[in-house]
């Protein structure tokens, strides 16, 4: 088996953003956040210390090499296992990008760093920016997102604010409902005040689709998920369900990139197929061979079987 690759995962299907090759800039679960609804667990390292947390020349180095054997996909998604802006090199990475393809840069960020200039100049080099607003106040801020001490909701809602004002690209803004902390009535009220203050391009609706964090989040269904979005307004959407037949079926069939992809998250069957373009049986002979080996495991989620690594 090839060696596994350090920085990039997939191309793999996001909901958000399709077929997303991903750029991993952090230590893993290292982040200023510990959001109860994380798929990839508890947050290992609180923090909202920028470092050059990872080289940018080997990042660079090995994006080249996948363009160079062909690589597709919609965008160049940096994201990956903690918070991306807490990279101080972040600005740097995206020029070097620029200079080696046209593929869109996106950015998944907490946007807990978009108080400071420098994290805004930095993001603003991007096409597309998507922050998170889960909360319209301090203590439901404090119960959904367990921010690094010092992080508060409206120093958030200040760096979104001051970002938009500066932003000439792409500003689409995520809101994560989970049943029970932020779906009452004065909750979706808070929020739908702050998102009016901030003016995003766009707002997309999620709730838990893989395992969380913490046992017990509970995951809102589309139809709750629609009237919400109806009450937000007209530039709100529910994220769709990533489709194979949306995605395509050109990405290259390697077990390294499947590795890499549950290395970094909980995929289902069907997250494979799409992203690797393969059958169900074939996806479920790689499965059934890395879990004989003790490489990954599986655990259900709303009726269905996530797998990641051990």
Known sequence: MAEEKKYLYGPVPSRRLGLSLGVDIVPFKVCTLDCVYCQLGRASRKTIERREYVPVKAVLAELKERLAQGVKADF????????????????????????????????????????????????AKADVVLPSLDAGDEQTFQKMNRPYSGLSIEKLIEGLLAFRNEFAGEFVLEVFFVEGLNTDTEQI??????????RPDKIQLNSAVRPT????????????????????????????????????????????NLLSMLKRRPCSLNDICSALGIARNEASKFITHFQQQGIVHSEGKNGIIFFRTS
């Open 213 to 256: 964090a913490e046992p017990g989040v509970k995951r809102l269904d589309a139809e709750k998920l629609q009237v919400i979005a109806e009450e937000l307004g007209q530039k709100c959407e529910v994220v769709p369900d990533a489709s194979p037949a949306r995605l395509g079926r050109d990405v290259e069939c390697k077990a390294e």
């Open 76 to 123: 160049i998604t940096i994201s990956g296992s903690g918070e991306p802006t807490l990279n101080s090199q972040l600005g740097e990475l995206i020029d070097g990008i620029k200079k080696i393809t046209d593929i869109p840069v996106a950015i998944l960020t907490n946007g807990t760093l978009l108080y400071r200039q420098n994290v805004r100049a930095d993001c």
């Open 189 to 198: 009220a808070k929020i739908k005040a702050a998102i009016e203050r901030i």
